[in-house]
């Protein structure tokens, strides 16, 4: 991860330094350059620190733990400082050369502080709260017996990211999940962030996730090893770890495969294809694999992970009624109810609608790096009603 964008973050580190020297230090005298370099010398330790994760195996160390605190440091003491001078150099071109004005000073020193209570924000109370979201889908191919049946939705639980003080978080979600009542639970993948050593520590916890027709879960992209800098045999088996352990606790795992739930004679499907997303992401799903067997009178829930593949595949090559789905996790930040994942995903969040068929994309209840603003963890009940 970090060794994919470490020249960025370099730059990052070093070019704001080297702003507000020019253009305050020096030319104010305030400090001298050796007593200036002292004041920065967080900045090294940042560079050292980037340098050194960048040079691990794989996507991101094994031990997340202090990939999560470079991050939360480089929030702290480096992103107020890349704030400040991309705002207040942007500023400088409107104050006619004048050293300090309200565009190429207070402004941005007002903007730095902000996005400093952000991060802090984001990383602690940001990932700790939750929404219960209420949903309705009403179709006339719903059996009768299932009028009124609900339905609990949940997605991207990285699980590998509550470490530390912030472990007592899931705890929380768990019991949120099962407050619920829900008559089935479905989980749309990617229960880990990169390797199933991370599920164990969280066994007890995940078994507390029951409901009465079952939990039905599918695959995500984290879920298939692909972060992991692993020989391809390898990899194999750290899937097949993964896969054994939804499997032990008590859940249904769906890979291109549909079971049925039954109340007195009637039945509805819960379909689970495996990843069906664009690189660099999985690319495992199989719809005619997946919906085997399923008569096209049935009513269909679809478990997919990627909701690009609602439009892509689910939507032309199926009847399915009801897709849910989960991967963008609302790009963890809204502002004003934008979220820039919308700019990369036309699906990102929410309920859609096509015709008589919907659509629910789940903003999950974590994600690879912990920080949440302004969009809450996630899990949303869809109490199915009959046209």
């Not at 990285?158 to 999940?177: C, E, M, N, P, Y």
């Not at 096209?296 to 909701?307: E, G, R």
Request: proline share 4%.
């Amino acid at each position: 991860m970090i060794a994919r964008i470490v020249w960025l973050i370099v730059a990052l580190i070093m070019l704001p330094d080297m702003y507000i020297y020019f253009r305050y230090v020096r030319r104010f005298r305030l400090l001298s350059p050796l007593r200036y370099c002292l004041l920065s010398s967080v900045s090294v330790v940042m560079l050292f620190f980037a340098v050194f994760l960048a040079l691990q195996p794989g996507f991101a160390p094994r031990d997340a733990s202090m990939l999560f605190l470079f991050l939360f440091l480089f929030g702290i003491f480096i992103v107020p400082k890349a704030v400040f001078a991309l705002f207040s150099s942007a500023g400088s071109l409107f104050s006619r050369r004048r050293p300090i004005t309200l565009l190429n000073f207070h402004i941005p020193l007002v903007l730095a502080l902000a996005s400093l209570a952000a991060v802090i924000y984001g990383s602690t109370l940001g990932i700790r709260k939750i929404e219960v979201h209420l949903e309705t889908f009403a179709s006339a191919d719903l059996p009768e017996e299932f009028d009124g049946y609900r339905l609990l939705l949940f997605s991207d639980a990285h699980v590998g990211s509550f470490v530390g003080w912030q472990r007592s978080a899931l705890d929380v979600f768990v019991d949120t999940i099962q407050a619920q009542q829900a008559d089935a639970i479905v989980f749309a993948g990617d229960l880990q962030n990169m390797h199933p050593e991370e599920l164990q520590r969280v066994g007890e916890t995940l078994r507390r996730i029951q409901a009465p027709d079952g939990v039905y879960s599918v695959l995500g992209n984290h879920d298939y090893a692909m972060y992991l800098g692993e020989s391809e045999q390898q990899k194999g088996i750290s899937e097949e770890l993964t896969r054994q352990f939804q499997r032990s606790l008590g859940w249904h795992l769906l890979l291109n495969e549909n079971a049925a739930i039954r109340r007195g004679a009637d039945s509805i499907v819960v379909a689970g294809m495996e990843n069906d997303g664009k690189k660099p992401f999985p690319s495992r799903g199989d719809i005619r694999k997946t919906l085997l067997g399923v008569s096209d009178s049935a009513f269909v829930v679809m478990l997919q992970h990627d909701p690009t593949s609602w439009r892509r595949t689910i939507l032309p090559q199926s009847r399915a009624q009801l897709t849910l789905s989960g991967h963008t996790h609302g790009g963890q930040v809204s502002l004003f109810g934008f979220s820039p994942v919308s700019l990369v995903y036309k699906e990102w969040g929410g309920r859609y609608n096509h015709g008589s068929r919907m659509l629910y994309v789940s903003t999950g209840i974590s994600g690879f790096v912990p920080f949440r603003l302004g969009l809450p963890a996630e899990v949303t009940v869809i109490t199915l009603k009959r046209k």
